[in-house]
């Protein structure tokens, strides 16, 4: 497929973006204080925030940054209709190409972090303290005489940890 560039929304006539998520600035005249200077198009260099590519566009002296997927769903798909957010289909953050990219809801968002294996529940949770097999086990001893308070003794959490995941407060997702 062929790169097709388009001028990025807001940003006519000084950047533009293409299908493949690549961003450049266009050949213009700029003022250095007295001076006018001709720039000479280029590719911008772009930095990851959070997983997301993002780059610095600049207009009269003022910088801002924007996210290149933010750009390429504008540019290629068209407005953002409110409340909705750029979804990457294939869950990789920093895929910016056109076909990658499609408007959808919060909640459509997060439920496509399963399928791509970035949720972050269960074991994956930062500050997890058990494993799925542990929550399995424990689930097992809840069906006997043993206290809860024994139980969270030999798994190293707290009675209220066992009490929350026999409930079903926690750990749902480990059947």
């Known amino acids: 497929m062929d790169e097709e560039w388009r001028n990025a929304v807001g940003w006519e006539g000084l950047y533009q973006v ?42 009269d002296g003022i ?15 068209g407005p953002r209709p409110d409340g909705m957010e750029v979804r990457h289909l294939n869950g990789v953050r920093n895929d910016n190409r056109a076909e990658n990219l499609v408007y ?26 058990l494993t799925v097999d542990q929550v399995r086990e424990i689930r097992r001893l809840l069906e006997t005489d043993i206290l809860q308070t024994e139980i969270g003794a030999m798994f190293g959490v707290s009675k209220t940890a066992i009490s929350d995941i026999k409930s079903g407060d926690t750990w749902r997702n480990a059947k």
Not at 30 to 48: A, C, D, H, S, Y
Not at 66 to 76: N, Y
Not at 104 to 129: F, L
Request: charged letters at 30%.
């Open 18 to 59: 293409s299908c493949r998520g690549r961003v450049k600035s266009l050949g213009r005249i700029v003022q250095r204080g007295e001076v006018q200077q001709p720039r000479r198009e280029r590719i911008l260099k772009t930095f990851l925030n959070r997983g997301y590519e993002t780059t610095g566009f600049n207009r």
């Open 63 to 77: 910088k801002k940054t924007k996210t290149v997927h933010t750009l390429v769903c504008a540019a290629f798909i």
């Open 104 to 129: 959808g809801t919060q909640s459509e968002n997060q439920a496509d972090r399963i399928p791509h294996g970035t949720d972050n529940r269960g074991e994956n949770c930062p500050s997890a303290k």
